[in-house]
C-alpha cells in the first residue's frame, strides 16, 4: 500500500510539471520567432561565424577520418558522414549563419 501511495504521488507531482513547462516553452517560442525575424548579422560577426564554423567542421571531419582509419566505421560511410556535413555548411553559410529551426515546430504540433 505503501509503494502505491508513494508511486501515485509521484506520478502527479511528474504530471503535472510537465504542464508548467509547455506554457514557458511556448512563450520562448513566440519570442524567439520575433527574434528570428529581426536579427541580421554584420559582414564582421559573418565572418567571425564562417571562421568559427570552418574550424567546427574541420575538427568533425578529422574525427570521422580517424574513425575509418581505426577501422570503427568504414571509408564509404566516412566519406556519406563528410559529404552530409559539407552540405550542411552550405545551408548555414546560405543563412547567413543564422539558425533555422523552423522543422522542429512541425513536430511538435499535433
Known amino acids: ?3 502505491f501511495l508513494v508511486t501515485s504521488i509521484a506520478l502527479m507531482m511528474m504530471s503535472t510539471a510537465g504542464f508548467g513547462m509547455e506554457s514557458v516553452e511556448a512563450k ?3 519570442q524567439q520567432e520575433e ?3 529581426t536579427i541580421q ?3 564582421e560577426q559573418k565572418q567571425e561565424m564562417a571562421m568559427l564554423y570552418e574550424k567546427l567542421f574541420s575538427v568533425k571531419k578529422e574525427i570521422i577520418q580517424k ?3 581505426f577501422g570503427v566505421i568504414s571509408t564509404e560511410k566516412a566519406e556519406e558522414i563528410v559529404g552530409k556535413m559539407e552540405e550542411h555548411h552550405k545551408k548555414v ?3 547567413d549563419f ?3 529551426w523552423e522543422h522542429h515546430k512541425a513536430r511538435k504540433q499535433p
Open 98 to 100: 543564422i539558425p533555422k
Open 1 to 3: 500500500m505503501k509503494k
Open 28 to 30: 520562448e517560442n513566440g
Open 67 to 69: 574513425y575509418a582509419e
Open 93 to 95: 553559410q546560405e543563412s
Open 41 to 43: 548579422l554584420n559582414e
Open 35 to 37: 527574434m528570428e525575424q
